[in-house]
């Protein structure tokens, strides 16, 4: 994994739980990373992000925290100064269903709990390295949700299959 110097970077954690926001904010700053702004209400931590917008916003997803409905007011509230900062949320929950929830709801990367220090890494670089096309929709604000490699990916004509399957049918 390539090597990147992050004391440049400002980060809003919104983290419901004293023990990971701490462990959070302790990770980042051996990052080197200067500025971290903590919050464990979504309301004050888009105050926050209203306020000085920042490179980077690591949400949890919780019960009794819903980072969904924070990022959707990140990705779609015209107050807010940076509706294109990368998201990464964070949650206990590894579930499929969960990923592509957040993944339609505007997140870049996702980083399941219990997590280390490599894994958040991991998800600054890939935020860094994997910057996606934004689109701005009726029904989405966000990241492309295709990854970068199936964007590129020539996929293959699945109306000319069914037209097969259907003329097979028909014979």
Known sequence: MKSYNLSGLNILILEGSDLISELLDTVCLTFGIPIRRMADDPKWAFDILAAKPVDIVITDWAPGLDGIQFMERIRRE???PD??????VCSGYNDMNRVLTARDAGMNEYLVKP?????????????????????????????????RGDANRAAPDRRRVARIEVAAVGA
């Open 78 to 80: 015209p107050l807010n």
């Open 83 to 88: 509706p294109y900062v990368p998201i990464i």
């Open 115 to 147: 997590f280390n220090a490599k894994s958040i890494y991991a998800r600054f670089v890939a935020v860094i390295e994997n910057q996606r096309s934004f689109v701005l929709s009726a029904n989405f604000n966000g990241p492309d949700r295709r990854r």
